[in-house]
């Protein structure tokens, strides 16, 4: 049975879009994990009396009395509040009791803890935040989606590799194709880093190198033909076109709302309105992080958290972080499946 | 008069699509100005016959033999035909005989042609091109939509202040509101060279700075409540976000189409259309150059290029360029109106 730990005080509305979200999850998916609900027992127990879980034996509640706040600042927090939801949840994790940890809390402060708690892999030099995008094509990994504002061209080769194994594993891609963002696609294209790491890209053996790159190829989906799976750029870069994309995403939605009302009523929309939709894709994972650690919007809906759960459960089966050590160390490790 | 010249050759349908975008501004707008078509004096000749102008007498024909390819180096291309169209259209300019200068030919080379023949403006370090963003409030203008690449902090401010020269002389905003595109808002967010150029820009006192924007303040048009005007960020960034926007809003219409195909022909979808549509702001302007350069997407359709010379005639009458030297040498010039 696999132990998902679940920060239940993390999201805006808290908890009861969390519990929603399990209450999902034990219905929609198979019966491969349990639920371990991180957060203050009071509150968690009423918001239980609200929602409809079917299997309650696969649901277990851990005290954590204290929450970190979306403005607090990451270390600061971490380290004053160790019996927050987020410390102990990935506590549970650092001490084998628990094989992943889903919060829609505090970025920063999951972020920070999850590097502190669960360590790096070795031969990772920082972890990054990856993001799937719906595109028009099959959805496209972007990493680093806001976990490292400056990186070095062999850091953002080691996103690379992480990403690689994310689209094997997680979206199911036999060869990946990874392509790194950039202005052109010409060699003399882009700032220092991204010049030097277009030449480390060309070298590199484990994955399919696409070149550079543009903005346009990510909604595409694909560059100059080729289908697109993982798209590297700098955590700067990444968190503005995510946030971008988002707005971008929800003002058409809310145009088309207001010009022509019945149209979002059409079951033909449903298929667009996907296209848009992030919480299909279920969160974003921190990897190069030893173990599992899945970071949600704070404004998640509890079907974004079914899905984190979906894709929690889904990177423990498939030992992916197994493979990211072979991946990273490949005389180390086993060659990777 | 004003004197625009139009770089005839420039578009992927070129001459075709510059001349039914003349005809339709010398259709539609005030007739304060002249058209100089700079080309191949055959082929212009050859394209006039299959549009309809309506007073040829504002129709000048200016022979530039050579094309500058879209593949070619800028300054390669540039240096080794001075004949071209570009070379030719902007040497009008520097000599006196003509006010403005429009392309939708090599950007590269519009951008290399411009800084040497037309020079920059006395402070400016380095000219951007200004792009202007459908929101869901009122147009954003971004700079730098691809012009440089790596920027310092204090070409960021002269970013600022360009910007808001033009969101004051063209998009009619009083006291523009500038931002600068971080990944959050608070002071400590971002790479180093943001972080100052923030600090620099709190301590600007001819703008309105609203301070760090995020990449979802852009589509919303407004950050923190407060309508944006100028979003400030390097080349770089703003090409990625800039091409990112374009092709979302593509794939969007392209859904809409292919899952909704009646939609498109409803009038309420109009409006729609115009938020997702580019070609309504009419080119983007390369500022910090002497005098007016306009750069039009090589897919432009007529409207795009009608729409860039209604810009074009707009920055000569309202004189921009005075008021750029006014902005930037505030002691020299004549204070902005």
Redesign the interface.
Known sequence: MIRVALDAMGSDHAPQVELEGVAQALRELPPTFKIQLVGRIADVEAGLEQVEIVDRSRVELIDAPEVVGMGEKPLQAIRGKPNSSIAVGLGLQKKGASDAFISAGNTGAVMAASTLLLRLHPGVQRPAIGTVFP??QQPVLLLDA?AN??CDPRELLGFAHLGAVYARDILGRAHPAVGL?N?GEEDE????V?KEAHQLFKAATNFQYLGNV???????GECRGTPLDVVV?D???G??????????????V???RQ??PD?LK?P??A??LK??DYSTYGGAPLLGVRGVSIICHGSSQPKAIRNAIRVAVQMVEIEMDRHIDAELNPSAGKAVV
Chains 1, 2 share one sequence.
Not at 189 to 192: E, Q
Not at 214 to 220: L, N, Q, T, Y
Not at 240 to 250: C, G, N, Q, T
Request: charged share 25%; hydrophobic share 50%; glycine share 8%.
């Open positions: 595109t028009a806001g504002v400056d963002l202005i294209k882009g700032n220092a991204v543009e903005g346009r190829d990510i909604p595409a750029c955590g700067f870069v968190n503005i076109v995510l946030k971008f994309y988002e707005s971008a995403a929800r003002v058409f809310s145009l088309l010009e022509i149209i059409r033909e929309m298929k667009v296209v848009l």
